[in-house]
């Protein structure tokens, strides 16, 4: 069954420091997502990309943050300096498209980066 | 702003007792409804999704139900392996990038 891949499962880096997350999405799907979640808080949005450019992103996705489609396969999150509050889980997540029709519009996730900044 | 509020926070359950979970949301004209499960340090894995009032769907001893303001997660004589995190989210017409807003789960523990 496809499944959405993510990479390294557990990232420490020390406060300042830059970090890329991956993730490999479902190959089919289209629109790509990165969500956090902050330790015992919700699950929460941060961006959604769709044709190689940003559609949304939430108040989080400051200027410290930025995604990428280097290629074919891959979807990064890229944080520049990181911060204490960063530390959180990362899920990314795909969907095949935002046509409800045939439930094209469901987001499957991957297992997670965990992100500790010490 | 779109709301999303899941009942109870946690619930204990014995194997075989059944029982309901609840899902309230504010939403602007609601494009879907998500049911997912979590497991501890794993990321949500899909469930269930429903698109309008009275709309009904089941897997296994799950069954998600669908109103205009909420939704129920009813498990049906849950074994241990039911034990999860269950993550109510919503997509609204105006998030049209798809942007899903989460309740803060129900943790559902069952003993054998």
């Known amino acids: 069954e496809p499944e959405v891949t993510q990479t390294p499962s557990h990232q420490v880096t020390q406060m300042g420091q830059e970090v890329i997350l991956r993730c490999v999405p479902i190959s089919n799907h289209l629109y790509f997502y990165w969500y956090r979640q902050i330790l015992g808080q919700k699950v929460e949005f941060l961006v959604s990309f769709y044709n190689n450019e940003i559609s949304e992103k939430s108040e989080i996705f400051d200027d410290q943050f930025s995604v990428e489609r280097p290629d074919g396969s891959n979807f990064t999150l890229k944080i520049r300096s990181t911060k204490l509050e960063d530390s959180a889980m990362y899920f990314c997540a795909s969907s095949e498209s935002q046509l409800v029709i045939r439930a094209k519009n469901i987001q499957y996730f991957g297992a997670g980066t965990r992100l500790s900044v010490l | 702003e779109d709301q999303v509020t899941q009942s109870p926070e946690a619930l204990r359950l014995q194997e075989g007792e059944s029982s309901s979970l609840n899902c309230s949301y504010t939403v602007s004209g609601l494009r879907g409804l998500f049911w997912y499960r979590q497991d501890p340090g794993k990321g949500p894995e899909f469930l269930f999704t429903l698109y309008s009032a009275g709309e009904e769907k089941e897997k296994e001893r799950l069954k998600a139900t669908l109103t205009k303001k909420e939704s129920f997660l009813h498990i049906t004589a849950p074994k241990p392996e039911d034990s999860a995190t269950y993550l109510c989210?919503?997509?609204?017409?105006?998030?049209?990038?798809?942007?899903?807003?989460f309740g803060a789960g129900t943790q559902v523990v069952v003993t054998p």
């Open positions: 989210a919503v997509q609204g017409f105006g998030d049209s990038w798809g942007k899903l807003q």
